[in-house]
């Protein structure tokens, strides 16, 4: 009996152990793909917005100064973490213009990091990158 139970124990700590192995491997850090240095400011329409874990992502159309419009993709923090800071799926319909604040993806490509989301209305949601701006 006790040698079944020590055995039950061992599979259990195995089992956990690749578990968390397995998660934290393809979790990458912030500091990898978005530059601290490099914050952007966008505003922009919805085209899509996915709620998923691990991260929820919105993409906006921005217009740029030569009426050129670039498709930027935003990932924020996982759906249920976006709950907890107050975020709904129906907060991001598709056509609406937010105002985004962030950092710009290291490779340069038009994707960022959102740290918060203001709305037309004026409210604001954040969704900082884990050791992102303080929620003032």
């Not at 956990?16 to 922009?44: I, K, M, N, W």
């Not at 213009?97 to 994707?111: C, D, H, K, W, Y």
Request: hydrophobic share 45%; charged share 20%; proline share 6%.
């Amino acid at each position: 009996m006790i040698r079944s139970l020590k055995t039950g124990l061992a599979l259990t700590s195995l089992a956990t152990c690749l578990y968390v192995t397995a998660t934290a491997s393809a979790h990458h850090a912030f500091a990898a793909e978005f530059d601290r240095d490099s914050p952007v400011q966008l505003t922009g329409t919805v085209t899509e917005m996915r709620w998923a874990n691990p991260h929820a992502w919105i993409y906006i159309d921005v217009e740029g100064e030569d009426g050129t419009v670039v498709n930027w993709a935003l990932e924020t923090r996982a759906a249920n973490n976006l709950i907890r800071l107050g975020w709904r799926p129906a907060d991001v319909p598709v056509g609406a213009v937010l105002v985004i604040e962030g950092f710009q993806a290291r490779n340069g490509s038009p994707t960022a990091s959102i740290a918060s989301v203001t709305f037309e209305d004026g409210r604001r949601l954040f969704a900082g990158p884990p050791d992102g701006p303080s929620q003032q």
